[in-house]
């Protein structure tokens, strides 16, 4: 006999419709699996097996084949478990129902019992654009899939329980989205903690209001992580499609909090530096996102950025750019979003002190040049904003004067996004960073006084064009914040202020 049901193909951040189709004929006892199967889903015959048996059905005993179709694309993963086996028990006639509005997903287990996956949030979106009507997914999964609209998602525990349903005995209820949203994290950190540095925090507002990268240098204890761990808390509240968006890369990570799937804080990830081209970039038989991916939307901070091995630093300079990442493989190429903040963090030398104002430093000036052209001009010239974090005194870390919050901070970044957002509508771009070298004339516009100042310093300073951009890009922020419509010469002098440093590091 046979049997034809749907699934889901996961592969990158696509997913697309499978025909799982499974024919029982009679002849010496097989189970074979074929459409191009990876390990996992070949070992599936196993789990199957005895799945079917524990749920108190009977295996079949002749010849069983399952396709998987389209026959050209590779199946990974242990998500085809559930439809194969339900497949299995329509071909042999013990299962009767209807499933032509329906997929299935998920792992099994010996038992009978269903496991979670891996993008269910991506599957149950294409599952709803090829109008099908219900899917069914492991109950640990149910909530992720329950944020699309228009589907009715349904938690699976065990075999018994789906068949059940499927009869028509005991129905199961769909999942309820509500239970998903307006789920926010609660802050443990705050820029009222921070005491001093009213220049770094003055630029990573202007960093959080702009969606610009930044680069924190100074001594150790200056407070350079402290300011970077506290930017989260300024950034503009994300969109609904922005968490779609972050929740699809999370889901195919499998790092989705079963209870609160849908991500509506942005991601803050801070890798060691330690970590691999791979681990940051995204990699893997059939590729998986990297860290630059898993801060789509949010934050990638590098602390000690010249620990960091030059080929990973180096691998971040495209998607700074583009605001995606592609990984190529034997089994294919994928393509992930990575529209990141950077946020990088340094020490001046090898010992922390070069510059100190009251501390020596223990470097020869080749150990420091050699430590500071760790990191190349290309990524350097990648980050708008470099900002020097002096050691604090006394007096700023003992005075009782509470400093400004993140909530105050907060709703100026996000006066100056919502310009951003009108300013920029039906373009795709939504904050000053993305803006394109042609959109530069159209909304960069400076008053006179202020074209004259820029046109001496880039001559003065050699600035590259790339440098040229990024000044307009954050002057313009500058501009947005003050509520001024012109770029005029004081946010210019900001701007080049803020490109500066690497003079006073780097060299001319």
């Not at 300024?234 to 972050?246: D, G, H, K, Q, V």
Request: a neutral charge; aromatic letters at 6%; hydrophobic letters at 40%.
């Amino acid at each position: 006999m046979f049997a034809c049901l749907q699934s889901v193909g996961l592969f990158g951040i696509d997913s697309y419709m499978i025909k799982v189709e499974a024919d029982v004929s009679s002849g010496l006892p097989a189970f074979d699996v074929v459409g191009l199967p990876d390990t996992a889903v070949k070992e599936s015959r196993d789990r199957v097996r005895a799945a079917i048996k524990n749920s108190g059905f009977k295996f079949p005993t002749g010849r069983i084949t399952i396709n998987l179709a389209p026959a050209d694309k590779k199946k990974e993963g242990s998500l085809y478990d559930l439809p194969i086996l339900i497949a299995i028990l329509m071909a042999s006639e013990q299962l009767k129902a209807d499933t032509s509005e329906s997929i299935f997903i998920g792992e099994v287990s010996l038992d009978g019992k269903i496991r979670s996956v891996g993008g269910v949030l991506a599957m149950a979106i294409t599952a709803r654009q090829n109008n099908v009507k219900n899917i069914f997914v492991p109950q640990d999964n149910a909530l992720e899939g329950a944020v699309v609209d228009g589907i009715n998602v349904y938690g699976v525990e065990d075999v018994r329980s789906l068949i059940s349903h499927l009869q028509g005995e005991v129905l199961l209820k769909p999942a309820v989205r509500s239970q998903t949203l307006n789920k926010s994290v609660i802050k443990k950190v705050d820029f009222s903690d921070v005491r001093g540095q009213v220049t770094a925090k003055k630029a990573l507002e202007v960093a959080a209001a702009g969606g610009h990268n930044v680069l924190l240098i100074g001594p150790p204890g200056s407070g350079k992580s402290m300011l970077a761990t506290r930017l989260p808390t300024i950034l503009p509240e994300m969109t609904f499609e922005e968490s779609i968006e972050t929740t699809k890369v999370h889901s195919i990570a499998g790092m989705l909090d079963r209870n609160h799937p849908l991500i509506t804080e942005r991601p803050f990830r801070s890798p060691h530096h330690t970590i691999t081209t791979a681990g940051l970039s995204g990699g893997g038989t059939v590729p998986r996102p990297g860290e630059i991916s898993l801060s789509h939307n949010g934050v990638l901070f590098l602390d000690e950025l010249p620990e960091f091995n030059r080929s990973t630093m180096e691998a971040m300079r495209q998607p700074l750019e583009s605001g995606s990442v592609t990984v190529s493989r034997a089994a294919g190429s994928v393509t992930y979003p990575s529209d990141f903040m950077l946020v990088a963090a340094m020490n001046p030398c090898p010992c922390g002190f070069f510059g100190h104002p009251t501390r020596s430093c223990s470097c020869s000036s080749n150990a420091v040049s050699r430590y500071l052209n760790r990191i190349s001009g290309p990524l350097l010239d990648r980050l708008d904003l470099h900002v020097e974090v002096p050691p604090v005194d006394y007096n700023a870390l003992s005075d009782a004067k509470p400093s400004e919050s993140s909530a105050e901070i907060r709703e100026r970044v996000n006066r100056a996004r919502k310009l951003q957002i009108e300013r920029y509508k039906g373009s795709g771009i939504t904050c000053n960073a993305r803006l394109t070298p042609s959109m530069l004339r159209e909304y960069c516009v400076m008053t006179d006084e202020a074209s004259r100042y820029l046109s001496e310093s880039f001559d003065k300073l050699g600035l590259s064009a790339r440098a040229y951009d990024r000044i307009l890009k954050v002057a313009r922020t500058i501009a947005d914040l003050a509520g001024e419509e012109k770029i005029g010469k004081p946010q210019i002098f900001s701007a080049i202020r803020f490109r500066s440093l690497d003079r006073k590091y780097w060299g001319e």
